[in-house]
């Protein structure tokens, strides 16, 4: 649990400039690490880090295929090779490569993937992808994640330079909104209970956190006690606190900036259904692609709010007691 104080404030730094720092400080340190870009560096703060460390930065020009298959050869030689580029291409174009390159042949390769869903803001459309976390976590042994905000970005980051594997990372660029404490350590795999409830249980990851947060306490005044949970790892998803929850409240509503398909509410959706069923919602992109506009129009446009998360709780909460909620693990069901 983590002692919150609301309204949420946001960080100091940019997530791209966390990630260049912490390439930075790697080159510095000597690790094998090396950072491969898609013609994207100033838009991921790299352009510093490649003037004072040209050996360590590769910019492989608007190559997503390429720049992977580049990222397997070097891994093959010792090094760590950390990939980044938007999220839509980190995904969609060069899936067969992260298949082929990365997945099948087991190689130790790091993907950034920014401009997470609505944050890619006046890119529109073409660069706003809803599918990405969808698309890699269906290979066998992809970890899929997205960070939360600056702490939670460092740390996973410098813990990527020594884990070994394919990893995708999904995240904003700019500043997210700051949820953990500076130096907070975070295991993979295992989700972060922000809040605890007892009426409905909220799961949340990416600018949805934050979201989700706000919901908590909105329906916290209306005397309605809502769980908060930061599911950071999509793949391999911490069945256990899903489960706890779910006999708990008896309620789960997800929240997520990507599609409700094949993200996090499917992923939730298939751990219940075999595990604990209870009613649930699914708050995220509905069958659209994205559009120009400012975050704040987007996540309004596209019912990515505390106010959209707060009305899939009050359809939960107006279900006849006990209606779907018997999971029969265990459990404080509604």
Not at 87 to 98: P, V
Not at 284 to 303: D, S
Not at 315 to 324: I, M, S
Request: charged letters at 20%.
């Amino acid at each position: 649990m983590f002692n919150l104080e609301m309204p949420l404030e946001k960080d100091a730094v940019e997530m791209r400039k966390v990630y260049a720092s912490v390439i930075r400080q790697q080159a510095e340190a000597g690790t094998p690490v090396i950072a491969l870009e898609a013609d994207l560096m100033s838009s991921m703060a790299m352009d510093g880090v490649h003037k004072d460390h040209p050996e360590r930065v590769i910019n492989c020009g608007i190559m997503e295929a390429n720049v992977i298959g580049v990222a397997a050869g070097l891994s093959l030689t010792g090094r760590v090779p950390f990939v980044h580029t938007f999220t839509a291409f980190a995904s969609r174009r060069c899936f067969d490569q992260l298949f082929m390159s990365l997945d099948y042949q087991r190689n130790n390769v790091k993907v950034i993937a920014s401009d997470a869903g609505v944050s890619a803001c006046h890119n529109g459309g073409t660069h706003m992808s809803f599918e990405d976390m969808g698309i890699v976590r269906g290979l066998a042994h992809s970890v899929v994640l997205e960070v939360t905000d600056a702490s939670m970005f460092q740390d996973i980051l410098q813990q990527l330079v020594k884990l070994q594997g394919f990893y995708w990372v999904r995240t904003i660029r700019k500043q997210a909104t700051r949820i953990y404490p500076a130096g907070y350590r975070f295991t993979i795999g295992k989700a972060n209970l922000l809040r605890d409830g007892s009426d409905i249980t909220l799961i949340a990851n990416g600018i949805m956190v934050a979201e989700a947060l706000q919901a908590a306490q909105e329906l916290q005044q209306r005397g309605i006690s809502a769980a908060v949970i930061d599911m950071f790892t999509l793949k391999p998803i911490d069945r256990e606190i899903i489960k706890t929850f779910a006999a708990k409240t008896g309620r789960i509503v997800t929240c997520e900036n990507h599609s409700i398909h094949n993200g996090l509410g499917s992923a939730v959706a298939e751990v219940l259904v075999e595990e604990c069923p209870v009613p649930m919602r699914r708050v995220g992109v509905k069958g659209r692609y994205g559009q120009v506009g400012t975050q704040e129009f987007l996540q309004q446009e596209y019912g990515l709010t505390a106010a959209h998360i707060v009305a899939a709780a009050d359809e939960l909460l107006a279900l006849p007691q006990g209606e779907g909620a018997d999971c029969g693990c265990s459990a404080g069901s509604k």
